[in-house]
């Protein structure tokens, strides 16, 4: 597994094992697209794998590697929501309980990978607190999450937190670079914004290279609102609800990304095209960094809602935000 910037969190795993304080329970978080899910399979292939000659990887070949390829290692245990929009369901939650009732199969580790543990709603994040609450020997659950603080602060304390960076943007055009077999600097002169985790870019540029990122679209938005020549209603239909996440993740970047252009500072872990580059800097003068502040809270809030209240129209907190964005005259 070639990722670099996954080094460190592999490291703390590792010595966490190896010096015997492994949790039984961590949550994976970082932004989307550094390859948390891949990270977790990795690891927990690696730990169940019977050869541990080889200190991080697999060895690929023993009855558990080769299980584990076949998504058939009775040891691991995969929850994902059965469709996308769907949540993880209670049923899904009980099987974990089902599942740690058997003694492992290999080794001495059975492992529940929960992605994205997000999507489990109230009842199944209850039945997996009592899972926490006593876990079974040999149990290793990681839950994948763009952040741990969109889980229940009960779950919370009783993981822990492994944090996957948004790596800068000269690892990324490395690794990019390599992967494209591209020079850096093509990278660098992209005509569309690149940003987000590796891998999100890297889907991106090999599914349509000359389709406008969000960022891109939602920026252009932005700066027709702060002229005030467009209404924010009309402007939030134009963003679909069920990629809520994602709007508030890219919404979030492109506020820090205006924040720090008013400071007169470049970002690092993105690469903004030209077009961008300026509409950044427009923004950085048209608002002030308190408006900007403000926009960061309503975004923070904004997450709390969606995550603890349900009924909560996505596209309410859409109209919302665009609607805070517009001038106050
Ligand atoms: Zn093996």
Not at 33 to 49: D, I, N, R, S, V
Not at 73 to 92: F, R, S, Y
Not at 162 to 177: E, K
Request: aromatic share 6%; glycine share 4%; proline share 5%.
């Amino acid at each position: 597994m070639n990722l670099p910037w996954l080094k460190g969190a592999t490291e703390q795993l590792w010595q966490d094992f190896l010096t015997g304080r492994l949790a039984h329970a961590y949550i994976v978080s970082g932004p989307l697209g550094t390859g948390k899910t891949l990270f977790c399979q990795h690891f927990a292939k690696t730990l169940l794998c019977m050869d541990k000659s080889e200190l991080h990887s697999p060895c690929n070949s023993c009855a558990s590697c080769s299980t584990f390829e076949n998504f058939s290692n009775p040891d691991m245990l995969n929850i994902c929501p059965t469709d996308a929009g769907k949540n993880i369901n209670i049923d899904q939650i009980r099987a974990v309980n089902e599942f740690y009732s058997y003694k492992p199969h290999y080794g001495a580790h059975k492992i529940t990978l929960i992605h994205p543990a997000t999507k489990m709603n109230t009842n199944s994040a209850n039945a997996l607190l009592k899972i926490l609450e006593e876990p079974p020997e040999g149990a290793l659950i990681m839950l994948v999450a763009s952040s741990a603080g969109h889980l229940l602060p009960t779950i919370r304390s009783r993981c822990l937190n492994l944090r996957i960076p948004q790596p800068n943007w000269d690892t990324v055009s490395t690794w990019l670079s390599d992967k494209l077999s591209v020079s850096s600097s093509s990278l660098d002169n992209h005509p569309t914004t690149l940003f987000g985790g590796p891998l999100e870019i890297l889907k991106g540029i090999n599914h349509d290279n000359d389709t406008t990122s969000l960022f891109d679209e939602m920026l252009a938005d932005l700066v027709s609102l702060s002229n005030g020549n467009c209404n924010a209603i009309e402007i939030a239909k134009n963003y679909d609800s069920n990629g809520i996440e994602g709007f508030l993740d890219t919404l979030e970047v492109i506020v820090s990304t205006t924040l720090l252009a008013i400071f007169q500072q470049l970002p690092l872990n993105l690469k903004l095209c030209k077009a961008s580059s300026e509409k950044i800097i427009y923004l950085s003068e048209k608002n002030t960094e308190v408006k900007l502040f403000e926009l960061s809270d309503l975004i923070r809030t904004s997450r709390e809602l969606l995550h603890r209240s349900q009924g909560v129209r996505a596209q309410d907190i859409i109209e919302e935000i665009f609607i805070s964005f517009m001038p106050r005259e």
